[in-house]
């Protein structure tokens, strides 16, 4: 049986804190907004993790059946591709995870209905918690997983962006504010750019195994310009947030970032495609911190 320490490399934690960075927006969103309900954010942040997870498993699961993670794969080598992990013993993890996952948002449904949402919102997050699991899985598993089509960048922005956000704000305040959807997108972006990063270093190996990502169809070039738009669109959906709700000039204070993000950017231009792995975590870093700088000035 696998070691618990060669599931936590499995579950990939350099990645569960982008997930968490789309509920903690939400829930910096809906603490300025003081009516916040703190159980249910922390069963956001539970169960967006656990989402994260589940992914990352079934994209092991998933790549490994297909031939992608092969020797020629320039990423850390994952779980089933090196031998820590059977085939049959993941399938069991990505069920666990799943259960799991279906726990921690049904809680959260439990939650909704009993602070006075209606049996409407129950029935659309409930929607909303499934197709999350669906796409989970079906990243890379099934006979035409999505992520082979060049839609994940689709999916990424929808779930790390749109869903995490605005989705935690709603069912933290019951407030249908649209106005949520600049910093929700900005997240979306964000996310966009850690995935861009991760599909421009295995642009070679994609490419040759028959993994159709957004970066394969566009090319490596333009792959550079779609980041380079990603870091834009996020810090001009944050700012006219900020225009929009007519905050105080410290509300800006996240432009200060800004220079982290361009030098990110020159590395990223001058760095060979197979040699960009170390910046997918800096991304991720990245993209905590704009998150927990945008967040706090929003407090005061």
């Not at 994940?152 to 922005?157: A, S």
Request: positive net charge; proline residues 3%.
């Amino acid at each position: 049986m696998a070691k618990l320490k060669t599931w936590i490399r499995a579950a990939r934690p350099r990645t569960v804190l982008l997930s968490f960075s789309g509920v903690l927006m939400g829930g910096f969103l809906s603490i300025a907004e003081g009516n916040c309900n703190y159980f249910a954010l922390v069963l956001c942040a539970s169960t967006a993790i656990l989402l994260q997870i589940l992914s990352n498993l079934a994209n092991d699961l998933g790549d490994y059946k297909k031939g992608t993670d092969n020797a020629q794969r320039k990423g850390p080598q994952r779980e089933l591709q090196s031998g820590s992990i059977s085939e049959k013993e993941m399938k069991l993890g990505i069920v666990f995870t799943g259960l799991s996952c279906l726990f921690s948002g049904g809680l959260l449904l439990l939650s909704v209905f009993l602070t006075n949402h209606s049996l409407v919102d129950l029935a659309i997050f409930a929607i909303l918690g499934i197709a999350a699991i669906l796409a989970a899985l079906l990243y890379t598993l099934g006979k035409r997983p999505y992520g082979y089509r060049g839609l994940g960048d689709l999916f990424c922005f929808i779930f790390f962006g749109w869903a995490a956000v605005f989705g935690t704000y709603y069912l933290s305040t019951k407030n249908l504010d649209f106005n949520i959807l600049l910093p929700a997108s900005a997240m979306g972006f964000m996310s966009n750019a850690v995935l861009n990063i991760n599909n421009m270093r295995d642009f070679e190996n994609d490419r040759a195994s028959g993994k159709n990502s957004l970066v394969v169809k566009i090319g490596l070039q333009r792959a550079f310009v779609y980041h380079l738009l990603l870091i834009i669109g996020s810090f001009t959906m944050l700012t006219l947030f900020c225009i929009v709700k007519h905050l105080r000039f410290y509300c800006y204070a996240f432009w200060l970032l800004a220079p982290l993000f361009a030098k990110d950017l020159v590395q990223i231009k001058k760095t060979k495609p197979t040699q960009l792995d170390p910046m997918l975590p800096k991304q991720v870093v990245n993209t905590f911190l704009l998150t927990m700088v945008f967040g706090i000035t929003l407090l005061f």
